[in-house]
């Protein structure tokens, strides 16, 4: 087989950008033998080049962009992460007709599909499988795989951290804020970790996915987004002794209309396909026309994994075994779907004996309850609570009663709602 060399510029080098020039070396060999292509880095960009960074060639460091995408590569790794500056890096390397494979899941949902137009336009190619759910090779099924099925649902574990917080909540007993702090010594976390605790990753992981698997471009904030810092270990104990599983869940369906897009925590069934995804692995199950449901599990973060993923795109588009994308103009429409489910409610009261005129309320709305219990706070610091698994209702109707519930002064606080999954 004869070999091809092929020239990389690497915007970046973090945790992932780190982990890429790893896998090259390591792999260097392999992907020879594999796929005829030959891979070396010619420039790399960095902030500080005095910084450590075992494992690479302190020779090939630069501060200056222009001399990563100008230097003679045949291809742009962008792994700087954010808006900017990274757009007008890859529009610079697009404009200049380099191919471009970037981790950016921010810009990609910001801005995506008009950089897949801009590559289309120079006819270069554009590859952003590590944007989502790490080395899941889950864009290249939505791009190239399923495209042959109409898609009608997306359902996903799509964020490592709030996965893990979760876990830990579930499995060792503890409050969000102690496993939030294990995540951030394990390196799971970040030490703001709003993006993910409040659910914004996910929903920009779900918005590049639907653009892909509903083919057109979705709008700004049409993802319906609660984070998961309400939940307790009360909710979580709860929802194990009535054999379900919390989970943070983002999901996406689509109609003949419109696409409905939310990414919220939900009591999931103890054999539901995610209910058992553990720690920091994602999960995302696809439901299409022709091949029912697809499973797909795995590393979601983390350097090694996303570096494989990025490093998939570059060995597909430089071996030429990628197709140019047919990028669709359309956009989509959305809505919010008014659903029938089951909800899991927990009301913080000044005395257990509030389990009554909240029933009362509930089924006067036509909530039906089919579970319900009370109980006193294990310590002064704590409010007593009614916890209750209702029967298949609307939201509306759930939304109207819980307003009425607040406003019957029997509550000490905010109520926690959370839908149940079939």
Request: glycine share 10%; proline share 4%.
């Amino acid at each position: 087989m004869s070999v091809r060399h092929y020239k990389l510029g690497l915007l970046g080098c973090g945790t992932v950008g780190q982990g890429l020039v790893e896998l090259v070396a390591r792999n260097r060999a392999l992907i020879r033998e594999r796929a005829g292509i030959d891979l070396r880095f010619t420039q790399i960009l960095v902030r500080d080049p005095g910084k450590k960074r075992p494992g690479v060639d302190y020779d090939l460091l630069t501060t200056h962009p222009e001399k990563v995408i100008n230097n003679g590569c045949d291809m742009v790794v962008e792994l700087v992460g954010g808006l900017e500056p990274a757009r007008t890096f890859i529009r610079h390397a697009l404009s200049n007709r380099k191919h471009v494979v970037t981790a950016n899941k921010a810009l990609l949902a910001a801005d995506g599909m008009a950089l897949l137009r801009a590559a289309a336009e120079q006819r270069v190619q554009f590859g952003f499988e590590a944007s989502v759910c790490g080395g899941i090779p889950i864009v290249r099924a939505l791009e190239g795989g399923l495209v042959g099925n109409h898609i009608e649902s997306i359902t996903g574990i799509l964020n490592g951290t709030c996965n893990y917080i979760l876990t830990r909540m579930s499995e060792a007993g503890v409050s969000l804020e102690e496993a939030l702090k294990k995540a951030q010594a394990e390196g799971f976390a970040e030490a703001d970790p709003t993006l993910d605790v409040d659910g914004y990753d996910a929903a920009q992981k779900l918005k590049i996915l639907s653009e892909l698997a509903f083919g057109g471009a979705l709008p700004p904030d049409s993802v319906e987004v609660e984070g998961i810092r309400n939940i307790t270990a009360e909710d979580v104990e709860a929802a194990r002794k009535w054999g379900y599983t919390i989970k943070q869940v983002a999901h996406a369906q689509s109609d003949t209309q419109a696409v409905s897009l939310r990414v919220h925590p939900v009591l999931l069934p103890n054999n539901h396909p995610l209910a058992s995804v553990r720690d920091e692995n994602n999960a995302v199950l696809v439901k299409g026309d022709a091949v029912g449901e697809i499973f797909f599990h795995g590393k979601g973060a983390g350097s090694l994994p996303s570096a494989s993923a990025v490093l998939s795109d570059i060995v597909e588009i430089a071996s030429r075994r990628r197709a140019f994308p047919r990028i669709s103009g359309r956009a989509l429409e959305t809505s919010k779907r008014n659903t029938e489910c089951q909800h899991y409610l927990r009301f913080p009261v000044e005395e257990p004996s509030a389990i009554g005129s909240i029933s009362a309320i509930l089924e006067k709305h036509h909530v039906g309850v089919a579970r319900a219990a009370a109980s006193w706070a294990k310590n002064p610091a704590m409010n007593n609570r009614v916890t209750i698994l209702t029967l298949l209702s609307s939201e509306g109707a759930v939304r109207d009663a819980l307003r009425c519930i607040s406003d019957s002064g029997v509550l000490k606080g905010n109520v926690t709602s959370l839908k149940i999954a079939a």
